[in-house]
């Protein structure tokens, strides 16, 4: 039996925020663990000299301000094995073991490639805001946002508020679809004020829906995008282009452990029962990781696996009921943003697909599988690890990314060589 | 509000806020970022660590991701520039 | 049926060699494998072509395939780089191997030399300091062995060879064989399937040994050759259940290849951490800078090994046209050019370039 935490939990967004505070409240010695320097996961990312949102703040206080939660920042997860975590942190690689782990990995963007996507000044829309939010200059930049979903309006709000010139927002799904969206809302109230508070505050900025930026085009970065619209072809000089099409689930670390995944459109997320128990005893997951369900259900869930894996099932059962009414406005959202087949024909042949490696997409035509193609092209094999390239090819129908292996992110030959018996921990 | 932190980029030194990624700093100079294999020009795509569009030198270690370090007193950052 | 003048299973390098050979030599060529091009063991090696010199026979066929390389040296996909080997001796018992294994590889025709302390860390500054010297082999080289088989097989194929994509079940008891979706072909079999080769020919002994080797991110200049260290031999050709030795391969791409482990015994592909952290904690001894690279990947594959190291080519003992090339363990890169050059030759009954007595599947009958 090694050493280590009562509960580990990987991530610090909502989702393991909530399973840290939950669980460390039974009495639990528990790790909470993130790539990134901040607590709060995306949607609570801190922004330079700026004091985030009460409800991020009061998130982040009950978990790192509490006496049985160890808070290690900066901390990736490399590798696995039977009840403990090898990781690394900016001081080098080490195990973690843990009796109970929740995984709270989140998600990350859908990026789907275009002609020009990879000219300097093009970004995700979520990756504009988490840009903005470290510093990245954009005063006096003029901006189009575009892809789908409410993370659009988001990422406008962010970079409105950091003196950005916002030249339009270009939503894909059709008006007809985000009317019916709209008139759902008042069951979600906190949503609905959401949105109201966010169109407020981009009073003036264009909303188009059913558009789709089909190029961006620049000499050594982006100078001007093409948005294919209800009324034709328009194009817009621009400084920079923030495009996400939503977003998709890190199972990379679940599906390493071996915890059954089910697939949600395209793209696997984790499988788990009521109490957020994962195939695998002992694992649990919460949050977007689950499928893509937004905050409110994140924090939710997180609750309730912090819950369980402290052996607190009433608190975990408390918390079913505003779980599926969260679960059920994610539902809504993929109904109504679904993406446009056009979307899905965007890149041509000579579109770059895998970033890190300079693969055309014509380069896989003919190869069944992402292990054929790898072998073949180089596609996947670059830094990223098929992050993006393998998400992008699995919505465009290509094939689906293929296993995981360690290690998880590219880290250090010396943490891979960690030994296990010399880093215990606590 | 506390002090600024310094730090140098491509040699050229560089006042920015506490907390502010080495990513946005090299922005803020409207440097390039790094090149890629056939030697285009890339710069951040994801901001959260995933794509590693961003990867520069740092403190003399390559690849790293500008995005996901906060700036330290007297880093030395190199880009593909 | 279909009837063809020999059928290849297996598109491994060696398989794919075959093919290529016995379509140059006009014949009417069949080529069965189910999954990709150069996806098992082929994907997985190095690349590393070496005179391996530890067995004359090893030698022989090394010596014979690097010389049939050189007509790759020009592909631009197989990404062939004559960087050199250097063999690095971690002590002075190491150095005083150096003599004979010169011998060795002179005698063979492979130009070698030794290299004093000084010289070795101008070759490669990387290494740790107190190295006692080591030997260099110029010739050496690397390549990105499935782009090689990928090559070689589309060149058969644009002889006129027939791609059946399937696995095949079972010989024929004259010959031919059968494919996984009951179709059948006829004529004279060619078996190079590597570490599956005891499905269709269970009488040759056959041991699959696992590897796993490290690639790190792009970081260009900081190895130069292909280096091992001269202990090599002991952990590729001892009888532990698992070794590890040092053993670096600088890429094109400015990526490091890190091996190497052996271990008998492990049958699943998972990457075992374990292991991983032997094998790197060996290559930091002799490359202390690798420690703060980053790593992109790891993976693992499966030598196949036969019952005495050296692979079966040849005629299988007691079976008129069933025919084999298979059990090149670690050295299956670099022999497979000479490999299917020599098995085609004797299935063409024309004299091999070198000796093929020491390989003849025959020795190992049961």
Same mark, same amino acid.
């Given at each position: 039996?090694?050493?280590?935490?009562?509960?580990?939990?990987?991530?610090?967004?909502?989702?393991?925020?909530?399973?840290?505070? #939950?669980?460390?409240?039974?009495?639990?010695? *528990?790790?909470?663990?993130?790539?990134?320097?901040?607590?709060?996961? %995306?949607?609570?990312?801190?922004?330079?000299?700026?004091?985030?949102?009460?409800?991020?703040?009061?998130?982040?206080?009950?978990?790192?301000?509490?006496?049985? *939660?160890?808070?290690?920042?900066?901390?990736?997860?490399?590798? @696995?094995?039977?009840?403990?975590?090898?990781?690394?942190?900016?001081?080098?690689?080490?195990?973690?073991?843990? &009796?109970?782990?929740?995984?709270? @990995?989140? #998600?990350?963007?859908?990026?789907?490639?275009?002609?020009?996507?990879?000219?300097?000044?093009?970004?995700?829309?979520?990756?504009?805001?988490?840009?903005?939010?470290?510093?990245?200059?954009?005063?006096?930049?003029?901006?189009?946002?575009?892809?789908?979903?409410?993370?659009?309006?988001?990422?406008?709000?962010? @970079?409105? &508020?950091?003196?950005?010139?916002?030249?339009?927002?270009?939503?894909?799904?059709?008006?007809?679809?985000?009317?019916?969206?709209?008139?759902?809302?008042?069951?979600?109230?906190?949503?609905?004020? %959401?949105?109201?508070?966010?169109?407020?505050?981009?009073?003036?900025?264009?909303?188009?829906?059913?558009?789709?930026?089909?190029?961006?085009?620049?000499?050594?970065?982006?100078?001007?995008?093409?948005?294919?619209?209800?009324?034709?072809?328009?194009?817009?000089?621009?400084?920079?282009?923030?495009?996400?099409?939503?977003?998709? $689930?890190? *199972?990379?670390?679940?599906?390493?452990?071996?915890?059954?995944?089910?697939?949600?459109?395209?793209?696997?997320?984790?499988?788990?029962?009521?109490?957020?128990?994962?195939? *695998?005893?002992?694992?649990?997951?919460?949050?977007?990781?689950?499928?893509?369900?937004?905050?409110?259900? @994140?924090?939710?869930?997180?609750?309730?696996?912090?819950?369980?894996?402290?052996?607190?099932?009433?608190?975990?059962?408390?918390?079913?009921?505003?779980?599926?009414?969260?679960?059920?406005?994610?539902?809504?959202?993929?109904?109504?943003?679904?993406?446009?087949?056009?979307?899905?024909?965007?890149?041509?042949?000579?579109?770059?697909?895998?970033?890190?490696?300079?693969?055309?997409?014509?380069?896989?035509?003919?190869?069944?599988?992402?292990?054929?193609?790898?072998?073949?092209?180089?596609?996947?094999?670059?830094?990223?690890?098929? &992050?993006?390239?393998?998400?992008?090819?699995?919505?465009?129908?290509?094939?689906?990314?293929?296993?995981?292996?360690?290690?998880?992110?590219?880290?250090?030959?010396?943490?891979?060589?960690?030994?296990?018996?010399?880093?215990?921990? $606590? | 509000?506390?002090?600024?932190?310094?730090?140098?980029?491509?040699?050229?030194?560089?006042?920015?806020?506490?907390?502010?990624?080495?990513?946005?700093?090299?922005?803020?100079?409207?440097?390039?970022?790094?090149?890629?294999?056939?030697?285009?020009?890339?710069?951040?795509?994801?901001?959260?660590?995933?794509?590693?569009?961003?990867?520069?030198?740092?403190?003399?270690?390559?690849?790293?991701?500008?995005?996901?370090?906060?700036?330290?007193?007297?880093?030395?950052?190199?880009?593909?520039? | 049926?279909?009837?063809?003048?020999?059928?290849?299973?297996?598109?491994?390098?060696?398989?794919?060699?075959?093919?290529?050979?016995?379509?140059?030599?006009?014949?009417?060529?069949?080529?069965?494998?189910?999954?990709?091009?150069?996806?098992?063991?082929?994907?997985?090696?190095?690349?590393?072509?070496?005179?391996?010199?530890?067995?004359?026979?090893?030698?022989?066929?090394?010596?014979?395939?690097?010389?049939?390389?050189?007509?790759?040296?020009?592909?631009?996909?197989?990404?062939?780089?004559?960087?050199?080997?250097?063999?690095?001796?971690? +002590?002075?018992?190491?150095?005083?191997?150096?003599?004979?294994?010169?011998?060795?590889?002179?005698?063979?025709?492979?130009?070698?030399?030794?290299?004093?302390?000084?010289?070795?860390?101008?070759?490669?500054?990387?290494?740790?300091?107190?190295?006692?010297?080591?030997?260099?082999?110029?010739?050496?080289? =690397?390549? !990105?062995?499935?782009?090689?088989?990928?090559?070689?097989?589309?060149?058969?194929?644009?002889?006129?060879?027939?791609?059946?994509?399937?696995?095949? +079940?079972?010989?024929?008891?004259?010959?031919?064989?059968?494919?996984?979706?009951?179709?059948?072909?006829?004529?004279? =079999?060619?078996?190079?399937?590597?570490?599956?080769?005891?499905?269709?020919?269970?009488?040759?002994?056959?041991?699959?040994?696992?590897?796993?080797?490290?690639?790190?991110?792009?970081?260009?200049?900081?190895?130069?050759?292909?280096?091992?260290?001269?202990?090599?031999?002991?952990?590729?050709?001892?009888?532990?259940?698992?070794?590890?030795? !040092?053993?670096?391969?600088?890429?094109?791409?400015?990526?490091?290849?890190?091996?190497?482990?052996?271990?008998?015994?492990?049958?699943?592909?998972?990457?075992?951490? /374990?292991?991983?952290?032997?094998?790197?904690?060996?290559?930091?001894?002799?490359?202390?800078?690798?420690?703060?690279?980053?790593?992109?990947?790891?993976?693992?594959?499966?030598?196949?090994?036969?019952?005495?190291?050296?692979?079966?080519?040849?005629?299988?003992?007691?079976?008129?046209?069933?025919?084999?090339?298979?059990?090149?363990?670690?050295?299956?890169?670099?022999? +497979?050019?000479?490999?299917?050059?020599?098995?085609?030759?004797?299935?063409?009954?024309?004299?091999?370039?070198?000796?093929?007595?020491?390989?003849? /599947?025959?020795?190992?009958?049961?």
């Amino acid at each position: 039996m090694r050493d280590g935490y009562d509960v580990l939990v990987v991530g610090a967004g909502p989702a393991g925020l909530a399973a840290a505070a #939950a669980a460390a409240g039974h009495g639990a010695r *528990v790790g909470l663990i993130d790539a990134q320097a901040g607590a709060g996961g %995306q949607v609570w990312r801190r922004e330079v000299a700026r004091t985030g949102p009460a409800l991020a703040r009061r998130g982040i206080a009950a978990a790192l301000g509490h006496p049985g *939660v160890a808070w290690l920042p900066q901390t990736q997860v490399v590798g @696995a094995e039977a009840g403990a975590l090898l990781v690394e942190d900016p001081q080098g690689g080490r195990w973690l073991g843990y &009796r109970a782990l929740v995984l709270a @990995a989140g #998600a990350r963007e859908l990026l789907l490639p275009f002609p020009g996507w990879t000219l300097p000044g093009v970004t995700g829309a979520g990756g504009l805001q988490a840009l903005a939010k470290q510093g990245w200059p954009l005063r006096g930049c003029r901006v189009v946002i575009a892809g789908s979903g409410p993370l659009l309006l988001a990422a406008a709000v962010t @970079a409105r &508020r950091h003196g950005a010139e916002l030249l339009g927002v270009y939503e894909q799904a059709g008006g007809e679809h985000l009317r019916r969206f709209a008139r759902g809302l008042w069951r979600w109230p906190g949503k609905a004020a %959401q949105a109201a508070w966010m169109r407020a505050r981009l009073a003036g900025v264009p909303y188009r829906c059913g558009s789709v930026v089909r190029r961006a085009s620049g000499e050594a970065r982006v100078q001007a995008v093409e948005v294919d619209g209800p009324h034709g072809l328009q194009r817009i000089a621009c400084d920079l282009l923030a495009v996400g099409y939503g977003l998709l $689930p890190n *199972v990379e670390l679940a599906r390493l452990l071996g915890c059954a995944l089910r697939q949600s459109g395209a793209h696997p997320c984790v499988d788990t029962d009521s109490r957020q128990r994962t195939s *695998v005893e002992g694992i649990y997951a919460a949050g977007e990781l689950c499928g893509i369900g937004g905050r409110d259900s @994140a924090r939710l869930e997180g609750a309730i696996a912090g819950h369980a894996a402290a052996g607190d099932d009433a608190g975990a059962a408390r918390l079913q009921r505003p779980r599926r009414h969260a679960r059920r406005f994610a539902e809504r959202l993929d109904r109504h943003f679904a993406l446009d087949p056009r979307v899905r024909a965007l890149a041509e042949a000579d579109t770059v697909i895998c970033r890190c490696e300079d693969v055309p997409l014509s380069a896989l035509d003919g190869h069944a599988d992402a292990r054929s193609a790898r072998l073949a092209t180089r596609c996947g094999m670059g830094a990223c690890q098929g &992050r993006i390239c393998g998400g992008a090819l699995a919505e465009l129908g290509r094939f689906p990314r293929d296993g995981s292996r360690p290690p998880l992110f590219p880290a250090r030959l010396s943490t891979l060589a960690a030994d296990p018996v010399s880093f215990r921990d $606590p | 509000m506390s002090a600024p932190v310094r730090l140098q980029i491509n040699g050229h030194g560089v006042e920015v806020p506490p907390g502010t990624s080495v990513a946005a700093a090299i922005a803020r100079l409207g440097l390039p970022f790094r090149r890629s294999v056939q030697g285009h020009w890339r710069a951040p795509l994801c901001g959260i660590g995933v794509c590693f569009e961003c990867r520069v030198r740092i403190d003399g270690l390559a690849q790293q991701r500008a995005c996901m370090l906060p700036v330290r007193e007297g880093m030395q950052v190199w880009t593909d520039a | 049926m279909k009837s063809y003048d020999l059928i290849v299973v297996g598109a491994g390098i060696v398989g794919a060699a075959c093919a290529d050979c016995a379509s140059e030599a006009g014949l009417r060529v069949a080529l069965v494998e189910p999954g990709p091009i150069g996806g098992g063991a082929t994907a997985a090696a190095m690349g590393h072509l070496v005179a391996m010199d530890d067995d004359p026979a090893e030698l022989a066929l090394a010596r014979y395939s690097l010389g049939l390389w050189q007509a790759m040296a020009d592909l631009p996909q197989a990404e062939y780089r004559r960087c050199g080997t250097l063999w690095v001796a971690a +002590s002075e018992e190491d150095r005083a191997r150096i003599p004979a294994k010169l011998a060795r590889l002179d005698a063979a025709g492979v130009a070698a030399r030794a290299v004093d302390a000084r010289e070795l860390y101008r070759l490669e500054p990387a290494l740790v300091a107190g190295l006692a010297g080591g030997l260099l082999v110029p010739a050496d080289a =690397v390549v !990105f062995p499935p782009a090689v088989a990928r090559h070689l097989v589309e060149r058969a194929l644009r002889r006129g060879t027939a791609f059946y994509r399937s696995g095949a +079940s079972h010989i024929g008891a004259a010959a031919g064989v059968r494919l996984h979706d009951h179709s059948e072909l006829s004529g004279p =079999v060619l078996v190079a399937t590597g570490c599956a080769l005891p499905q269709l020919l269970p009488g040759l002994p056959l041991r699959p040994r696992k590897g796993h080797l490290a690639i790190t991110d792009r970081y260009p200049g900081t190895v130069h050759h292909q280096v091992l260290e001269l202990g090599y031999a002991d952990s590729a050709h001892g009888e532990a259940d698992s070794s590890v030795a !040092f053993n670096v391969q600088p890429r094109p791409t400015g990526q490091i290849l890190i091996g190497s482990s052996r271990e008998y015994g492990a049958t699943t592909p998972e990457v075992s951490l /374990p292991m991983v952290r032997r094998m790197l904690q060996r290559a930091f001894r002799f490359m202390p800078v690798l420690r703060q690279l980053d790593a992109l990947r790891l993976w693992t594959g499966f030598r196949p090994v036969s019952a005495d190291g050296q692979p079966y080519l040849g005629r299988v003992a007691g079976r008129r046209d069933v025919w084999v090339a298979a059990g090149h363990e670690g050295l299956g890169i670099t022999t +497979s050019l000479g490999s299917a050059r020599l098995v085609v030759d004797l299935v063409l009954g024309r004299r091999p370039a070198i000796d093929p007595q020491p390989y003849d /599947p025959a020795r190992v009958a049961r």
